[in-house]
Nanobody
Framework: QVQLVESGGGLVQPGGSLRLSCAAS????????MRWYRQPPGKQREWVAT???????YYENSVKGRFSISRDNAKATIYLQMNNLKPEDTAVYFC????????WGQGTQVTVSS
């Protein structure tokens, strides 16, 4: 049974930083691309970043240069380091993996506000 558990969200002031984690189980973690998505209040879920099996990374334009995705295969965990946070980054953040179907974590709330 695949499980994804996010953590690290919270309330932060504009310009601040947070580091999200997503621990995976039930999959051969090193063989899968992993992704972060977010869902702002009242909006649809949107893709944020991808880390490929070989650790290549890709980012949505609005987070390039501010967010960094990484993975630790030994811990079956991915991370999202978020710097220079803006109010528009406020959202529930989800990690995701696609094997024979797409799996999602429960999400972690990030609120950027003064």
């Amino acid at each position: 049974q695949v499980q994804l558990v996010e953590s690290g969200g919270g309330l932060v002031q504009p310009g601040g930083s947070l580091r999200l984690s997503c621990a995976a189980s039930g999959i051969d973690f090193g063989n899968y691309d992993m992704r972060w998505y977010r869902q702002p209040p009242g909006k649809q879920r949107e893709w944020v970043a991808t880390v490929k099996r070989a650790s290549d990374t890709y980012y949505e334009n609005s987070v390039k240069g501010r967010f960094s995705i990484s993975r630790d295969n030994a811990k079956a965990t991915i991370y999202l380091q978020m710097n220079n946070l803006k109010p528009e980054d406020t959202a529930v953040y989800f990690c995701s993996v696609q094997s024979w179907r797409v799996y999602w974590g429960q999400g972690t709330q990030v609120t950027v506000s003064s």
